[in-house]
């Protein structure tokens, strides 16, 4: 008899009674007559209801679903961010791009270096709105109001939440293609979508379905006239708002961002592209506030993500009472709308915002969004997302952990030095080849009867004080002889061929920076080029990133300025990596036989701090942890003529030069409000290097919060400070070599904002990250 396949039990069905209890409860409070909600879920619409009253006065109405309701600021996000993407796409803009190359007039009272993605991402400094007195009315009126405004912050270093950004933005479409954005939308967007009852100005016939809002100032509620007071005072079409819309209409424009730019019907109006941009964080890293082209991600105003739906979800909402939020990991939209201002405001709409929250994470709990079964899945969108995920952000975040690594030499050392049993050692190292305990790498090896044959020394020699060319020696203690590979002449830097022919095996063990500069990273690549020539094995003991193993960070190194100082084009001045992982990625081209012995117990979110290793000086002037946080910032400008402290006891901790007025420096510094770092005027006087014996007036830096602060960004921040305050004396030609990127200082001379430069390097990045991916050993 034939067995029948088992049938699985049909999944049960969604039980939302509570979620209809909490929009119940929330209108009993009257914190809003009624409310239409709509959820949709893996490309279906799973939730449909209306609740309450569409108006209380001057009649009760009864809310139907397909009641028309003032979407307030979605606006920026249904209508004006997608029509400046579409730009973007079309190749009519560049996100880095000043705002005055297309609107001249914007650039009045200190707004010509702000860029189009500093107003998408409310990054601009621009404050709240356009000032409502004097009085004023009209759309041109408004416009010449927005372009007066003066910042309130430099652009990039602080969030403000503003609808001036989306004014602007709006006249950028305007001028760029001859439509206002309501009729822009409505050609561009909306018609296309089948969204065929959102519009700006609702035509009268809608009125009767139009949940009303406020009292006008003749005392008639309003409806189906815009009741932000900037959009109506500009005739009620603005960037910021002034879109009227449906929760069915809504989730058109919802499932067509899940479907990256595609329309239920098929008709595109984003690319893939396009939609990934706009949902993936495009503000600094280091400024907590994370937000895309036009969507909230994580913000003072993400409440309505719930306690559920991932970071590298993202929404928006209005001040009327409405809010859309999309979860790309699981296939989900919420759309909530109401006229929580009908008949009055309720300040300042608190209530709302609990609303909004509460169904979102009642909603995410009723789809099982928050089964353990669902987190692979949305861990993997996430990551698809943001780039990184909640656990990582945590372990980065953590305060301070208190580890206990073992690096690559304490593993070696556990293993009794099995690899190196019966050969002759050739020793890469300096006196940060330590092992927990202090222990020189070479006592550690000839106490277990190991062979080490030669020594090779980097720059600062074997006893790591040096700053100079440095010689051939002996090992003070055991007398094997060491060998220069930090010398003179052409070929002064590789492993000279009289120490290779005493060894037939390489170990590399020397504490890196993470830094594109500092050259112990081209002396670990200079290994594996000899060994690949002499056919001999190298192993590299991994040390920590002292910096992290997180952030990437920095100007790419172009292919020109490849140096001693620069091995590998394209990598960032921060790099992330361990000495055991730049090995890796090194030898991709190499091709030497490598053995990385890795550590245990190191986490990429680790700063040197928290690995409970001892510190070893790895140069003469990076005495402690927070030189080194410094230095791929304040490194970067020691080639031109400033003093960065060296021949002081704070080298890169100071910077100055005699022609330097300490109290104005400092000041400019600190009104750019660069994220962890503070100036203080100071005087110093070095003892050797650059301006020995000559009184310097700079600034002292205090690194107020490490992990907020980009160090590279600062370095290109004090450049441009000295190219602006004293382009006279401050001489920036040799500046590329540590830089590494002559289009930066180009971008500096030329007084660019440091934020756009900044910004210009960060698609370089992202390739740098891809490209690094293979080659990383640690989570």
């Known amino acids: 008899m034939a067995l029948r396949a088992a049938v699985p039990p049909a999944a049960p069905k969604p039980d939302w009674s509570r979620l209809d209890a909490l929009v119940a409860r929330s209108i009993e409070r009257g914190e809003m007559p009624g409310a239409v909600v709509l959820i949709g879920h893996d490309g279906h619409v799973v939730y449909r209801k209306a609740f309450g009253e569409r108006a209380l ?24 961010a997608p029509a400046v993407v579409q730009l973007l796409e079309q190749g009519r803009i560049r996100l880095n791009d000043p705002v005055a190359k297309y609107l001249p007039g914007f650039a009045q009272n200190g707004k010509d270096q702000i860029t189009i993605r500093e107003l998408l991402t409310h990054y601009s400094g621009l404050p709240p709105d356009i000032p409502q ?16 405004v003066q910042p309130a912050y430099p652009p990039g270093s602080h969030f403000e939440y503003s609808d001036i950004n989306y004014v602007v933005l709006a006249e950028l479409v305007r001028v760029l293609t001859g439509q206002r954005i309501d009729q822009y939308a409505l050609q561009h967007l909306w018609k296309p979508l089948g969204m065929d009852h959102t519009r700006f100005l609702p035509p009268a016939s809608w009125r009767p379905i139009i949940a009303p809002t406020e009292r006008d100032d003749r005392g008639r509620y309003e409806r189906g006239v815009v009741n932000d007071p900037t959009a109506s005072s500009m005739d009620g079409v603005a960037g910021d708002a002034g879109m009227f819309s449906t929760a069915d209409d809504l989730a058109k424009f919802a499932q067509m961002m ?18 990934e ?34 970071v590298g979800s993202y929404g928006h909402t209005g001040f009327t009472g409405t809010s859309l939020w999309i979860d790309p990991s699981s296939n989900t939209y919420i759309i909530i709308l109401s006229n929580a201002v009908h008949p009055q405001q309720k300040p300042p709409l608190r209530t709302i915002l609990a609303l909004r929250s509460e169904v979102a994470t009642v909603t995410a709990d009723i789809l099982a969004l928050n089964d353990p079964a669902t987190w692979g899945r949305l861990e993997a969108g996430l990551e698809r997302t943001t780039g990184y995920n909640d656990a990582s952000t945590g372990e980065h975040r953590t305060l301070y952990r208190n580890g206990e690594v073992e690096t690559g030499l304490d593993v070696m050392k556990a293993r009794h030095f099995d690899l190196l049993r019966g050969k002759r050692v050739g020793l890469i190292t300096n006196p940060t080849g330590i092992d927990r305990e202090g222990n020189r790498n070479l006592d550690d090896m000839r106490a277990a009867g190991i062979d080490v044959t030669a020594g090779f020394s980097p720059e600062h020699g074997w ?57 112990f990273e081209t002396t670990l690549a200079y290994t594996l080029q000899a060994a690949a020539a002499h056919h001999l094995p190298v192993i590299v003991l991994d040390r920590p990133a002292p910096l992290d193993g997180i952030n990437v960070e920095g100007p790419p190194l172009d292919q020109a300025n490849v140096s001693f100082t620069g091995y590998f084009p394209g990598m960032p001045v921060r790099n992330g990596m361990t000495a055991g992982e730049l090995a890796r990625l090194f030898n991709k081209k190499i091709g030497a036989d490598l053995t990385v012995v890795p550590m245990r117990g190191w986490s990429r979110g680790d700063y040197f701090d928290e690995t ?82 000559q009184l310097c007036h700079g600034v002292y830096l205090i690194v107020t919060n490490r992990d907020r602060l980009d160090s590279p960004e600062l370095g290109i921040e004090v450049a441009s400070a000295l190219q602006h305050l004293y382009p006279q004396h401050w001489d920036s030609s040799a500046m590329h070599g540590l830089a590494g990127n002559q289009t930066v200082v180009d971008q500096i001379r030329s007084g660019e904002d440091p934020r756009r430069i900044a910004q210009d390097w960060r698609d370089s990045l992202q390739s740098f990250e891809l490209q690094r991916q293979p080659a990383l050993l640690y989570h």
């Open 57 to 80: 006065l001057p009649r009760r109405e009864k809310m139907t679903t397909d009641t028309i309701f003032d979407c307030a600021s979605l606006t920026k996000v249904v209508a004006t």
């Open 133 to 148: 007195h004097p009085p004023w009315s009209g759309y041109r009126q408004g416009i010449e109001r927005a372009f007066a």
């Open 258 to 275: 899940l479907n990256g730019g595609l329309g239920a019907n098929n008709v595109r109006v984003l690319s893939p592209l396009a939609v």
């Open 463 to 519: 006893s790591g004080v040096l700053d100079a060319s440095v010689s051939n020696t002996r090992d003070a203690k055991t007398s094997i002889p060491v060998f220069s590979a930090y010398g003179s002449g052409p070929d002064g830097r590789l492993l000279p061929d009289a120490g290779l022919k005493r060894v037939n095996i390489l170990v590399y063990d020397i504490q890196d920076l993470g830094v594109r500069y500092y050259t």
């Open 277 to 310: 941009k706009m949902t993936t964080p495009q503000t600094p890293f280091n400024i907590p506030e994370v937000r895309g082209l036009g969507w909230d991600i994580d913000s003072p105003f993400s409440s309505n993500r719930g306690d559920f739906l991932p």
């Open 612 to 693: 409970g290793l001892p510190w070893v000086d790895p140069s003469p002037n990076m005495r402690n942890l927070t030189e080194a946080v410094l230095y791929p910032g304040i490194g970067m400008i020691e080639g031109t003529d400033i003093s960065v402290g060296r021949g002081t006891d704070t080298p890169f901790e100071v910077v100055g030069a005699p022609w330097i007025d300490e109290t104005q420096f400092a000041a400019y510094l600190n009104a750019r409000r660069l994220p962890g770092v503070r100036f203080v005027p100071m005087s110093f006087t070095p003892d050797s290097s650059r301006y020995a014996h």
